[in-house]
């Protein structure tokens, strides 16, 4: 229809394409210009991303760097207060100390738990001793 409407008017179009003329050839260069610049895009893209992970890996490896000094000074400190303890005046000061703090709480949780013993049975049994005897006993 659209070669009719040609002839018609007196205008002539070529029927069959031809290949690699110029015409052909600078369309294929603008096509492949246009692929260049996808290219170099996507090649932007990659780069700024590699940066990025660049910079993020630089940052877990100060990350580590921290932890590992944190690491050794803890270390350090560990082993000088492990050492200032283990000193004969200081050992038997924390000794003393250890002991006296157990007997009061050994002494304090038995007295507590005797009165939970004394109530649980006031609460359950009342004056019968011997039931409360053989619960004991089973418990």
């Known amino acids: 229809m659209l070669f009719r409407i040609c002839a018609k008017h007196n205008l002539h179009l070529q029927i069959e394409p031809t290949y690699g003329g110029r015409g052909y050839l600078e369309k294929q260069d603008f096509i492949i210009e246009k692929q260049d610049m ?33 690491v050794k000074s803890a270390k350090g400190i560990m082993e000088k207060v492990t050492k200032s303890l283990q000193e004969p005046e200081r050992k038997q000061e ?25 109530d649980y049975k006031s609460q359950h049994y009342g004056t019968n001793t011997k039931q409360a005897e053989k619960d004991e006993q089973s418990l």
């Open 38 to 70: 996808l290219i170099a895009e996507k090649n932007a893209a990659i780069m700024e991303k590699h940066f990025a992970l660049e910079d993020v890996t630089m940052k877990l490896a100060d990350m580590e760097t921290l932890k590992e000094k944190i």
């Open 94 to 118: 924390n000794l003393e100390q250890v002991k006296t703090t157990a007997r009061i709480s050994l002494k304090a949780q038995l007295s507590a738990n005797k009165k939970c013993v004394d």
